[in-house]
Structure formats: C-alpha cells, structure tokens
C-alpha cells in the first residue's frame, strides 16, 4: 500500500497557535504566580497576628514593622492593607492591558510581515517569505501608524480600524466593546493619575487627594476572563487568514545560512524539524518540514 502524500499550504497553519500568543500566555501565567504569592503572604500575615491574639485595638509594632509610628492600630494597619490590596489590584489590571497590548502589536505586525498585501487591501497577493528571502525587509515603520491605530485611542475607533484592516474582526470584539472601553478607562487612571480620575488629579485647586478607584476580585476576573478570549479569537482569525506558515518558513529562512552547507534537501529537513523543536518547543513532522524547505527553496 502507497504512503499517503501529506500536502501543506502557506496560508493554512499546522500549528493552531502563533508564538505571540504563548508569549501572552506566559505573561498571563507570570501574573497568575506573582498574585499567588503575594494572597498567600497576605493569608499568612493575617493567620500570623490571629495565632498571636491579636487584636484590632492592639498597637501594630507589637507584631509588625510600622516604621516607628507607634499609634497606628491593628485595625488601622488592616485598613491600610485593604487599600494597599486594591492598589495591587488595580495594578493587576494595569498588566494584563499593558501584555494584550504587547500582544495585538506584536500579532498584528506578523499578520502584515505574512501577508503585506493587506497594506494595499490585496490579501495573499504577495508573500511575506519571498520578499524577505529576495534581501528585503520591512521596518517597522512601514506600518507603525497601522499597530498605532490597532492599539490606541479608544475601542469604538481600535475595532472599526482593525474592522477596515482585516475586512472583519472576532464577533467578541464586537460584544465586549462597551467593557474594554471601560477597562481602558480605568487603565489610564490608573497609569496617569495613581488610580484617580485624571481630570481631577489634574486640577491645580486640589487641596486633597481624591479617592482612588475601587476595583473588586470578581471585576478583574471577568476582564482577565474577557482579554484571554479576545486574544484566543483573534490569533484563530489572524492564523487562518493572513499568518498560516510563515513562522516556521519564517525561522527556516534566519537559519538558513547553517543548513546551506548540508548536501540535500533531506539532510536540510532533518536539521530544520531538529532545530525548531528544539528552539520553539512545538513538533513539526519530516513531511512538514520537507515541504518547508521545498516550499522556501521554490519561492
């Protein structure tokens, strides 16, 4: 019985993921650790001055640094801890928005290395790979003002870009408008004004701070909940429509000096599916990546 021939195409991916959206991953994973370590700290101080007897009309130094302010009390000590907890919080937010952002930048400049017909509106007429195994490469400046309008100003204008772009964009995108407006919004005050109306931080008759914005565990659940899938939905539509190949092809042609020395294209297949396993943790088959090198050697 004859082997069944496994035939691949530049704009259908094999992997269902791009390496920027592991990147946002990890970010996302980072974030996780680094709040899990900082709740359980705060569980341990609290079940500390409890095992201690501790109580809430109890001078603090007695059982924590205070910096030498010896009026301050459990109870106020605890007050300062659950506005410190929101700061935190707020800054948790101030994160994930800054990795999304990361993300739809770095997602949607691979989508315009890939496939830069779309910078004419001419999806697939040219491919990314030929141009740059024909010594061209685009700067980052070819399309700087494009990821500026993906990922500035607000989400009505943001969508309707990305919408004139790509021709469409995921239907979460859609419905979560009117929160990540909000999101944004929160997002800037917090970068802008320590978590406070910018506006009014800004007002020169202040004679006291106003309060900072209030952000609850359930609130940031569901936006860290909202970014994942927004993220998820569009790697899919970006993968499928305009990525496809192009990273392996991609790592194939930066690593295309150390394989030119091997004597054929079987060798130079084996050395690819070697090394990008190796480099990118994802497993590519020997018929992948014969077709990778053929497809590159034929551009």
Known sequence: MSKE??????WNPSHKNSWPYRIFNQYSAELNRIVMAYTSASKFTYSGLKQK??????????????NN??????????????????????????????YFETYLSAIISLSFESDPGLLIGSRHSIDGIKIL??????????????IVNCTKGDWN??????SSIFGLIP??????????EKMRNLRNKIGHAFGRDIELSRDYSLTKINNMEMLKISTFLKYQKMIKKLASDLDNLLMNNHIGNFQPLYYYHNHNPSFLGLKNNG????????SIGKNTAETYSKDFCRWVVKYYDEL
Not at 53 to 66: F, H, I, R
């Open 5 to 10: 021939i496994v035939k691949f195409s530049r």
């Open 53 to 66: 007897g501790a109580t809430w009309n109890d001078k603090a130094n007695k059982y924590l640094y205070t």
């Open 133 to 146: 195994k024909e010594g061209h490469k685009f700067k980052k400046d070819d399309f700087k003002d494009k």
């Open 69 to 98: 302010d010896n009026e301050i009390t459990i109870r106020n000590w605890s007050d300062t801890f659950n506005q410190f907890d929101n700061w935190v919080r707020l800054n948790e937010l101030l994160a994930v928005s800054a």
């Open 171 to 180: 239907e979460s995108f859609v419905s979560y408008k009117s929160e990540l």
């Open 267 to 274: 060798e130079r297949m084996m050395a690819l599916k070697k």
């Open 157 to 162: 204008s943001r969508i309707s870009y990305m």
